[in-house]
């Protein structure tokens, strides 16, 4: 059987949820609403595919909210010397906390 090359190849290790986390997320992942400007950080939730899964390439990167759309948000992340904009599920999100100074 030849090499599947498609959108999820190779992410066995990174969409992999621990036996105590499996299955859904609690409501309360569902019901944050992020502010525009927010930092967040990018983690794919392997249990929710359906809305805005982002690619494997983002997976751990810190982004800012710019907008919604629809049910996503759109998220500006800085890529090499590109400023890319995805749109992402807010399951697929976290709020990201700076260390205080």
């Given at each position: ?24 997320n609690p409501i309360d992942k569902y019901l944050i ?8 950080a990018i983690i794919g939730d392997p249990a929710q595919h359906k809305r805005g899964l ?48």
């Amino acid at each position: 059987m030849g090499l599947h090359k498609g959108y999820r190849n190779r992410t066995r290790s990174i969409y992999r949820k621990t036996p105590r986390k499996r299955g859904q997320n609690p409501i309360d992942k569902y019901l944050i609403d992020y502010e525009i400007g927010e930092k967040v950080a990018i983690i794919g939730d392997p249990a929710q595919h359906k809305r805005g899964l982002p690619h494997r390439r983002y997976y751990g990167k810190t982004g800012t909210v710019v907008g919604t759309r629809g049910r996503c948000y759109e998220v500006e992340l800085k890529v090499g010397n590109t400023t890319k904009m995805l749109l992402i599920g807010k399951e697929h999100l976290k709020a990201f906390k700076t260390s205080p100074k």
